[in-house]
Every structure is written in C-alpha cells, then in structure tokens.
C-alpha cells in the first residue's frame, strides 16, 4: 500500500455506481477494481456488503480473484440501528464477514437528519456511532466515517456535528471524512468548515458531489484547510451531477502540489485507465474532460498552433504524457502516440523507431474509423504482432460467414451461423446455433476448430457491449463492438467497428480466438 499519510480514496463501485444509466455487473466492479489498483489508488470502496446480493458477491469474489497490488478494499455500510446492539445487527455483521480489512460507516452528522431520517435522538445518534466503530474495531478491522450532510449540518448545528466527529474519532475510527452529500458548497465556505473540523484533532477527511460544479475545487480547499484523505470517483462518476472526479483530484495534487499520492509510472497511466473504465461502464467518455480527455491537449490551427511550432509549453499547462495522454494538432492529428508507446513497453516489445512510427500511424488509422485500444488490449497486442511480423498472422484464415435468424409464428426466436475456415492446411465448415448471431458465431467457430485446438473450450464469452458512434445515421450508423472472453488463468478484451453490427462482433470475435490461441502457446502460420 501506498504512504498512510495521505489517503486517496475510490467510491466509483458504490457511489460512482448510482448514477443515472449506469449498471454494473460484478464482473465489471471487479476489471474497474484492477484498474484503479493499476493508477495505485490507497482505497477502493467495494460497495454496501449485506445491503444487496450484488455487492455481497463482489466482496465474495474479491477474495479470490483480485490480487491488488496497491490497494485496500474497502466495505460500506452503516451504522447499527438505533436501539440494536452492534453485535447484534445483521448488516454490521455483514461488514464483519465481508473480508474488507476498512470499514467505511456513513453516519448522520445533521441533526434534523437524525431526527426525521432516522426518526431517533440525538444522543442514540451519537451511541449508534460509538457502539458500531468500537465493535468492529475490536473485531480487527480498520474503520473510516462518512459524516453524511456533514456541512449542512454544521449550518444547523455546529455544535453537534463536531460532536459527531469527536464521538467517531474516539471511539476508534481512523479518519473521518466530511460529506458534502448535497453538493452546495463553494470552496471558500467549505475550507472554514474543514479549519474548524481539523480542530477537533481528528483526522479529516473529505467526500464532495459536484451539483455546484465545484467537487474538484472544494477537495482541493478542503486539502488546503488540513484534510488528507480524499474521496472522488473515476471520470466523476455519481448521483445527480457526480462526484469530484479522483483522476482530476490526483493529477491536481500531484502535478500541481507536490503531492507523492501514486507511483508516476502509474499516473502515466492514467488516460488509458480512464477511457479503459469507460468502456467497462459503457458510458461515453467526456472528450474535455480535464487531463484525460482526448480533447484535454488538442490545439487548433491558428495562434496556437503557430506558437506550439515554437515551444507546445506556451499553450499546455503540463506535459500531457505525464498523465499518458498526448498533445493533438487538429489539422494533423497526433492523437495516440503515448498510449501506443506505453503500451507496447508494457506488454514486453522492443520497437524500432520505424516499427513504432508504422504503428503509431495503424492506431492512429484505425482510432479515426471509430476502433479503440485503450479497454482492448488484445486487439492492440495483435495488432503490434502484425505490424512487427510485417504480415497477418493469424492460427485460421476464413473463407466465409453466414448468420440466419428465424422466428415462425409461435416459435422462439432462432439464430444459426456457418463459417468456413482455413487451419493447418484443412478446409473447415462448421455451423452452430445460438440464442442470438453472435452466439451463433462463436459456437460455430469454436466447434469448427477444436478438434485441432481443444484449449478453445475452454474459451467463454462473458461480455458484449455496443456502442453506436455516428447516431446521425440511424439505424446505419457505425457500430463499435467490445468483446470480453476468458480461459481459466485470465480474460481479454477485443474491437471491432463496422456499419454492420453483426460485422463488428465478428472482428472482434476473430480476434478474441486468436488472442486466446497466442495465449495457449500456438504460434500463428
């Protein structure tokens, strides 16, 4: 884990999770998981343990399959109920029994809150909080507060929301992090808030939503008056208008304040792993999003682009590759050299300079028609394997595809596929039906080519997303398919774009049974 001292913290599973539109299966939660874990975040709040079947699951999971490198999970859940022991509560046992080593308990820090929300007294209010910290203190785990409508409350009732942070505080809870739950505060406002709240000797921290479009400025206010921990969501992700989106927070208090919060190699990485978790969420990224956005360091030509000829300083705040992104020349495109570059480093090839500028201009090719890399990592790493082989290269070549979907009245829905392939010098021709045509397709071509590589049954489809990118066209618009397959040790993701749906699952169907058989130990012919 990084440095204790300064805590950067996650929400994207839980808080990030309740925005409008975005639904996210466990096995989604868990990629989203291992890429804030790659950016070498301290915290990653896993979700409410107890609350749902999902989230339980995720916590199930997590203690098998996530192998976190600089991260903690951590569970959220609240405080006992009012007039219930803490031993005896079944969602604080569900906090117990998650696996979590934190604990992060939301708490109400406003009176009128505990007093028509939980309809209980102010003293219970306080008890609930005392009891729950100290008993799973005891119990081993660490505990962090979210002091829920923290800053209204102090309007309401100063006096009483500090006593909620003394109360957490001595009861055992390591830090306790102010909310601003209701997204109205402005910077200057909420740091005297934060000054008095430091005052307390407890440790502070801080949890802003963004409906004023202020969650970056007042954590970093909040920083400022003496909080060190922060909480946000990757790309701002939240409830209403988001929260304080956590890559703007890092970059802000790394570049720009000397902060030490991760290792620079992985804020490097920061604009592939945040268009990496759009893919995974299937929410469009914002192209201005500040630092990672693709438009984040695009200049136009005119002025700018006569005195970035001369020093690209003068009209850029930072060197973008410090955050893994790249300066654009809207005239001639520069887009995706330091992704590619990146990339290719981490999968282990040694470029040439011709090799990499030949890449570079594929990516850059294939980026203009719609395909991404930054979540299809093994389209990109075939695609490196072709243009250093100087040739395809590929375990089957395919002759042709034909995919029928047929409903008759009364009867289901079916789809069926024929693919005719070339493998090993014999001509293959398979069909196979399926509840739809790309299910159809990969049952065909995976029961056209086991017998001559029996690993692919092992192969499974666990992910399909869809995304439309030119919507003027209806119904004929450009399609980009993200494909996730898994063997036993791992999964994959793969692209493909086209007009046609069906085409664009294909590409990227081919190449998810390719990748698998590079990572079985097949050399390609």
């Not at 440095?3 to 096995?27: I, K, M, P, S, W």
């Not at 910077?187 to 004023?212: F, K, M, N, Y």
């Not at 400025?217 to 946000?232: D, K, M, P």
Request: charge should be negative; aromatic fraction near 6%.
């Amino acid at each position: 884990m990084t440095d204790d001292r300064f805590h950067v913290y996650d929400t994207t599973l839980r808080d990030g999770a309740q925005q409008e539109g975005l639904n996210l299966t466990v096995a989604d939660k868990l990629a989203i998981a291992r890429h804030l874990d790659d950016l070498g975040v301290g915290f990653i709040e896993g979700g409410w343990p107890g609350a749902n079947p999902k989230d339980t699951e995720f916590f199930r999971r997590a203690r098998t399959e996530l192998d976190l490198k600089h991260a903690r999970l951590a569970a959220f859940g609240a405080t006992r109920r009012a007039g219930v022991k803490a031993a005896d509560d079944p969602l604080v046992a569900a906090l117990r029994e998650s696996g979590a080593p934190v604990v992060t308990l939301v708490a109400k820090s406003h009176d009128r809150h505990v007093e028509l929300a939980l309809r209980t007294t102010l003293e219970e209010n306080l008890a609930m909080i005392r009891d729950t910290v100290s008993h799973l203190r005891a119990e081993g785990q660490r505990v962090f507060l979210d002091a829920e409508h923290f800053f209204d409350g102090y309007r309401s009732n100063p006096a009483y929301a500090l006593e909620v942070v003394r109360t957490a505080a001595e009861a055992g809870a390591s830090v306790i992090a102010l909310c601003d739950t209701n997204g109205g505060m402005l910077p200057d406002e909420l740091a005297e808030v934060v000054q008095a709240a430091v005052g307390t000797s407890a440790r502070i921290g801080i949890h802003c939503h963004d409906d004023t479009g202020c969650a970056v400025a007042n954590t970093l206010a909040a920083v400022r008056a003496g909080a060190t921990h922060v909480q946000g969501c990757a790309n701002g992700y939240g409830e209403r208008s988001g929260n304080a989106n956590l890559f703007t927070v890092v970059a802000n208090l790394q570049l720009k304040r000397g902060f030490d919060l991760v290792p620079a190699e992985s804020l490097s990485e920061m604009t592939r792993i945040a268009h990496a978790i759009t893919e995974v969420t299937n929410v469009t990224p914002n192209s201005h999003a500040p630092y990672v956005g693709v438009s984040a360091f695009a200049h136009k030509a005119g002025l700018h682009a006569s005195a970035i000829k001369v020093d690209p300083n003068l009209y850029q705040h930072i060197d973008p590759a410090q955050v893994g992104n790249d300066m654009r020349m809207l005239v001639s495109d520069m887009a995706g050299r330091a992704s590619v570059e990146l990339k290719g480093r981490e999968l282990g090839y040694e470029l040439s300079a011709e090799t990499s500028r030949e890449l570079v201009d594929r990516v850059k090719d294939l980026e203009a028609k719609g395909y991404t890399f930054e979540a299809a990592d093994a389209s990109f790493e075939l695609l490196l394997r072709d243009t250093v082989a100087g040739r395809r290269t590929r375990h089957f070549t395919v002759e042709s595809w034909r995919v029928i979907v047929e409903r008759t009245r009364g009867a289901e829905l079916v789809s069926e596929a024929t693919v005719k392939l070339h493998a090993k010098g014999e001509r293959i021709v398979s069909t196979g039906e399926g509840n739809g045509p790309v299910n159809a397709l990969d049952k065909a071509v995976r029961l056209g080519l086991e017998r001559l590589y029996p690993e692919l049954a092992e192969l499974e489809l666990t992910d399909f997303k869809v995304r439309i990118l030119e919507g003027t066209y209806g119904t004929g618009a450009v399609t980009r398919v993200l494909i996730t397959t898994s063997d036993a040790d791992g999964e994959w993701s793969t692209v493909g774009v086209d007009e046609n749906i069906i085409e664009a699952s294909w590409q990227a169907l081919e190449q998810a049974v390719t990748y698998g058989l590079f990572r079985a130990g097949h050399a390609a012919g």
